[in-house]
């Protein structure tokens, strides 16, 4: 289960990367959309980099060789 949740945590970059990319096409035109899109990327990789946090702490804590 926690190779899955492993996998899982990297698709939050995936989705910042989406979210970066199609801000950065949309500055241009629409800027609005675009910082809206460019504020989600930056809060998603906020919540990957504490969601790895918090999973590392766990597994260190549920390391029976501690």
């Given at each position: 289960m926690n190779?899955?949740?492993k996998f899982f945590q990297y698709g939050y970059l995936v989705l910042a990367a989406i979210c970066l990319?199609?801000?950065l096409f949309a500055l241009g035109?629409?800027?609005g959309k675009a910082l809206?899109?460019?504020g989600f990327s930056v809060f998603i990789t906020f919540v990957f980099l504490l969601k790895r946090r918090f999973r590392k702490k766990i597994e260190?804590?549920?390391?029976?060789?501690?």
């Open positions: 190779t899955m949740w990319v199609e801000g035109s629409e800027s809206i899109l460019i260190q804590r549920n390391n029976p060789n501690n």
